[in-house]
């Protein structure tokens, strides 16, 4: 999967440092993120460094944003940060900075740096580079709509000893956003078969697992039931839990199950989610796990594997 980056290893411990001339600085506009111009994919990602964007004026101690998804807020004590470390990927530091829009605009016509969509980033190597892309991206998506606080519209200010964002005024705290979410296999023993999915109104249109967000009150099993059952109009049984995967573009932590269906095997289509949903055989899932959760457990159940899981005791 996407986070599988070993030997490299993530890091997001806390720290306010400022960046180091070889840190790279990751720099989103939109959905797209600033990325060394290249020929083609064969090759390598790079990001830029804090002392290339230095040079360029982009980033640096007299630099003001002039936009506010380019500012860093202050830090709770009144220290305006110079860069806000966001996480290590092997020796790597990736940092958040405020950027000076108009050097931006004016080292990005030099076209050596561009303009990488974030959904691309996975077509490129090394994958610990596209990772950082993307992880970083998630970061961003917080950051960027955290500038004032939600219950009294003053801007917010960071936290001195964990990530997190505070309003001076009434003292709201933000955290990082994570939105749980399940992806669930659903198997119908009795004809060794699995359930498949089509989103309707997306882009992505081939094969898919049952999905969704959990809600306030309820379990990630509860979910599943509450999912497969809105979704399809299924009953399952024997859930059993694969695997998690972080999921950047929609701030996601996703939590693979595996499952029986149970009873009845017609499908209820909920057209405003699912475009349609079918029993497949097991050979008829595509082969290419290298990058999502939902591709790794078509996988698991193309070889029938997912018994290998032990069924949860609760759920
Ligand atoms: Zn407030």
């Not at 078969?193 to 009150?217: H, K, N, Q, W």
């Amino acid at each position: 999967m996407f986070q599988d980056i070993e030997p490299y290893s993530f890091s997001n411990d806390f720290a306010w440092v400022d960046p180091e001339p070889a840190d790279r600085v990751l720099i989103y506009r939109g959905n797209k993120v600033v990325v060394r111009n290249q020929d083609s994919t064969d090759e390598p990602l790079h990001f830029p460094s804090y002392e290339v964007l230095l040079e360029k004026g982009v980033v640096g101690p007299q630099v003001v944003a002039e936009k506010e998804d380019c500012a860093i807020p202050v830090r709770t004590d009144g220290v305006k940060p110079r860069g806000l470390l966001l996480f290590t990927v092997g020796e790597t530091a990736y940092f958040r900075c405020e950027i000076k829009e108009s050097a931006l605009d004016a080292l990005l016509e030099t076209e050596e740096w561009v303009l990488l969509p974030v959904g691309q980033l996975r077509n490129y190597a090394p994958k610990y580079r596209a990772f950082a892309g993307m992880v970083g991206y998630e970061y961003h998506a917080w950051y960027d709509t955290r500038h004032y606080c939600g219950r009294c519209g003053t801007k917010m200010q960071h936290g001195i000893v964990e990530r997190m964002l505070q309003c001076p005024k009434c003292g709201c705290m933000e955290f990082s956003r994570l939105f749980p979410a399940v992806i669930v296999g659903i198997v119908d023993r009795q004809r060794d078969r699995v359930l498949v999915s089509r989103y309707a109104g997306r882009e992505y249109t081939s094969y898919a697992l049952i999905a969704g967000f959990s809600e306030m009150g309820e379990t990630v099993e509860q979910t599943v039931h509450r999912e497969v059952m809105e979704e399809v109009g299924l009953k399952v049984t024997n859930l059993r839990y694969y695997k998690s995967q972080p999921w950047p573009p929609s701030s996601s932590l996703l939590f693979g199950f595996f499952c029986d269906l149970d009873g009845e095997s017609s499908i209820t289509l909920d057209d405003h989610e699912l475009e349609e949903a079918e029993w497949i055989s097991r050979d008829e899932l595509p082969d290419d796990e290298d990058y999502s959760l939902t591709r790794e457990m078509m996988g698991v159940l193309r070889r029938g594997e997912e018994t290998h899981y032990p069924v949860a005791f609760y759920g």
